[in-house]
């Protein structure tokens, strides 16, 4: 009968994850910013295919400089004669690859803190929820600039010191979570029938907590690319002549009068990815609890 | 003691309310049929999803509507249909002269807001009093529901189940309602907190003369508070009668599988004996009785024919197949006689 | 009442304690020797090591935190390393902007953002909720630096109403408080809206109409106290995330706050200051997180009671 109630929470895991996924599909907007993330998803990994690294949106063609946008280059060219378009393309690169390893690390130890803090619970509980709270309260943005500031900036030290930045958010989501599952009967079954701690969290708990960790995925990750182009705009970031949009536009910042197109077209691109993260998390998040609207 | 006020009638015929879903049409009542002559006691029974709440809010007009529809029939309050009525003119029948309790009371209260302050709130509103006199009233009122008028500054959490459930009962009688409709107020409280707060209402009843709507899937609250009795099922009463007639000459199928449900405390080795199925989906209702599929009487008729209504006295009706007037005591039913 | 405010204040000690000891470690990792940064490249072996010595850089790092604390108290922040000006005495001449700024940007927020959550989830689904709730999400995908920029594009730049950037009466403050508020309405007005529908399905509401009430005196009186409680939490959260913006909106409309004074000290390397900044703003945060705990007092008497125990 316990075994039944254990293998039946994970007949009810399948069936509630098709349930989402027919919810979802409902929604236009949920579609759109699925599709727009996969776009630039796809993008970001065939960036090199698309624009040469090297030939195009690096290499200096100060003869083509400040171009206003044309069918050569539909971006324009920066003041250094660089493709815009060619440099937005591949920021994609940079922008979803930070911010997926910076959401990868937060997710992971952040999933692995709070679910072990919400099953235990008692002083551990207390204690890393105190400490927790403290880091929650500074920005991300502040953390990474505090890490820049010792570590220096680049892609690994910017990722690293999002990623820390997030972890008290998805710990906060997962112990949350994990706090309301515990208390459901097939947890007990599973205890009855001797299950392992570890067990127990993996194979129950946590695939039921995928909904909103799922979303704050796609909340952290907007952050995090925000971020990196917010440090970049300010030069602690990604330095030139690597096309990061943050640093793209703060290059125009001085062209702002007469080149105006430089600044509209990274920012456009961010605006976008940001967008599509925000339609997908909230597209999940009413699929997962849809009384809610 | 009377008060002045006693209790109106009410007479609901032929009505239908549907909800628009992603899934389709639920069609939560199908010509629902009530009668409570002015100050009687008239209990409503049937499982959840029968429609007896949908019934209760379409009275008291705060049926949402999108994605609510009243297709069809009236609700005719102290000989006014209230379906003409506009929403300001609901507005001043509810809580005054139609007052309505909820099931659940630990979520039937503003957290936020003092127990005195929410009775006050009714007073004020209907009668016009100052907020002195409708906090002095609200006092009176705690009183009479055998709470301390000392505790009515106090919020919802400080107070145990019963005791909210007596302050919404308070609440709804502040106005001296003609009607009172009450849904389901015990389903949420424990057995011995059940007894206490029917006493009130039966109190209540005493005092104000009022007419009572007592909705609930529970025999037992019927019989201790009820002058009438309508079953319903899948948004359609099936069968009516005074309390005699129901309790002791029952005929539909369906009454009958509510009565064998209970235990039986005489012998207690005897197998329990539940009505076999479902409530139909609302929104897919069968072509023929209702009820045909969890019948262990259904014959062919039943699949494809809806039942008309047979009386078996002048008070007691039943929609079913299986009778024939004036035969209707000749039935393939097991009967009690 | 006031002793659950007294603790709280208190229990903020150790707090602050902690965070600054770990800033302080972390930024003493910092490359680079500050003593040499401060006498240049050409300054001696001999010359540098005296000046490590003064400046106690060769005690252990408790020893150095001590002194810190023991000279905060004293109000004595340390000196910049890059021109020996008092790190005191540049966050004391700055902070008032930045105050100006983040407080107009909070109250603008606040008065825009609200009323619009409430009358969408009023309205949900009308044409008003869909517009504005359109909006609101473009407002959270807006980078702040790039609607400042698009703002000085169009403001400055184009139509030429605006200054591009400085101080100086009301004009040049608009487009940077604009910016501020914008970080945090948008989020502020998507809550408010969920937890007023959240508020108005709940029984309670259902209940208040069963009494008669009519829509708008339930609304205003039962639903939006009920629906404040969760919206703060965010609004804190907001607020704080507004304040961080203030680095990026002080730097593009060049605008004299500890924003600014952050970043450039940041790419300066000058560490004293650096790590004053950063305690003035978890001080402003840990001050904002109070401040929302005894709102919560205020606004949900279940709160209160539990204060006041």
Known sequence: ?293 | ?337 | MWKFVAKRILALIPVLLCVTFLLFVVLSLAPGDPARLILGLEATEEHVEQKREEMGLNDPIGVQYARYINNLLKGDMGTSYKNGVEVSKEISERFPFTLRLALSGICVALIIALPLGIMAAVKQNSFFDSFSMVLALLGISLPTFWLGLLGILLFSVALQWLPSGGVGGIKSAILPVLAMSMSCLAGIARTTRSSMLEVIRSDYIRTARAKGLGYTTVIVRHALRNALIPTLTVVGLQVCTMISATVLVESIFSWPGIGRLLVTSINDRDMPLVLGCIIVFTVCFSIINLTIDLLYGVVDPRIKAQYKK
């Open chain 1, 1 to 293: 009968m316990d075994k039944n109630n254990a293998s039946n929470s994970q007949v009810k895991k399948q069936g509630q994850f098709l349930q989402i996924w027919r919810r979802f599909k409902r929604r236009p907007s949920a579609m759109i910013g699925l599709y727009l993330i996969i776009l630039f998803i796809l993008i970001a990994i065939f960036a090199g295919v698309l624009f040469d690294y090297d030939a195009i949106a690096i290499k200096q063609d100060i003869a083509n400089r400040l171009q206003p946008p044309s069918w050569e280059h539909p971006f324009g060219t920066d003041d250094y004669g660089r493709d815009i378009l060619a440099r937005v393309v591949h920021g994609t690169r940079i922008s979803i690859g930070i911010g997926f390893a910076a959401v990868a690390l937060g997710l992971t130890i952040g999933t692995l803190l709070g679910s072990s803090v919400g099953y235990y619970g008692g002083l551990y509980d207390m204690i890393v929820m105190r400490i927790v709270e403290v880091f929650q309260a500074i920005p991300c943005m502040l953390m990474a600039m505090i890490v820049v500031a010792v570590a220096g900036a680049n892609p690994v030290t910017l990722a690293i010191a999002l990623g820390l930045a997030i972890i008290p958010t998805f710990t906060r989501v997962a112990r949350g979570a994990v706090i309301t599952m515990r208390e459901m009967e097939y947890i007990e079954s599973a205890r009855a029938i001797g299950s392992s701690d570890f067990r127990i969290i993996f194979a129950h708990i946590l695939p039921n907590c995928f909904a909103p960790l799922l979303v704050q995925s796609t909340l952290s990750m907007a952050v995090s690319i925000l971020s990196v182009s917010g440090l970049s705009y300010l030069g602690m970031g990604i330095s030139p002549p690597v096309p990061e949009w943050g640093s793209m536009l703060s290059a125009s910042r001085i062209y702002l009068q007469d080149y105006s197109y430089m600044s509209i077209f990274p920012g456009v691109a961010i605006m976008l990815t940001i967008l599509a993260l925000n339609l997908l998390g909230d597209g999940i998040r009413d699929a997962a609890d849809p009384k809610l609207k």
């Open chain 2, 1 to 337: 003691m009377t008060m002045d006020k006693s209790g109106a009638s009410l007479l609901i015929e032929n009505l239908s309310v549907d909800y628009k879903t992603y899934d389709g049409t639920a069609n939560a009542l199908n010509g629902f049929d009530l009668s409570i002559e002015a100050g009687k006691a008239h209990g409503l029974i049937g499982e959840t999803g029968a429609g007896k709440t949908t019934a209760a809010l379409a009275i008291m007009g705060l049926i949402a509507c999108p994605p609510g529809r009243i297709s069809s029939g009236s609700i005719i309050f102290d000989n006014v249909n209230l379906l003409d009525k506009s929403e300001k003119e609901m507005e001043r029948i509810r809580g005054k002269q139609i007052s309505m309790i909820f099931q659940d009371p630990m979520t039937s209260l503003n957290p936020v807001m003092s127990m005195e302050e929410q009775i006050a709130e009714v007073i004020s509103l209907h009668e016009g009093f100052s907020k002195i006199q409708s906090l002095n009233k609200a006092h009176e009122m705690l009183e009479i529901v055998g709470i301390p008028a000392s505790r009515g500054h106090e919020y919802p959490h400080q107070f145990s189940g019963g005791m909210k459930q007596r302050v919404v009962i308070a609440m709804a009688l502040a106005c001296n309602p003609q009607l009172l409709i009450a849904d389901e107020p015990t389903t949420a409280l424990d057995v011995t907190i059940q007894a206490q707060v029917l006493e009130k209402i039966k109190q209540v009843r005493q005092m104000y003369g009022m007419s009572l709507l007592m909705i609930t899937h529970d025999l037992g609250v019927v019989a201790e508070t009820c002058d009438e009795v309508s079953i319903i099922y899948a948004g359609r009463v099936v069968e009516h009668g005074t309390v005699e007639d129901i309790f002791d000459h029952n005929l539909h199928p369906y009454t009958q599988g509510l009565f064998d449900s209970l235990p039986n405390l005489k012998d207690r080795r005897a197998k329990l004996r539940p009505i076999k199925g479902l409530m139909p989906d609302p929104s897919n209702l069968p072509v023929g009785c209702s009820f045909c599929l969890r019948c262990n009487y259904a014959t062919e008729l039943c699949y494809k024919v809806k039942p008309e209504r047979k009386y078996r006295n002048e008070g007691h009706y039943v929609e079913c197949h299986l009778y024939e007037e004036p035969h209707i005591l000749e039935s393939k039913v097991r009967n009690h006689g």
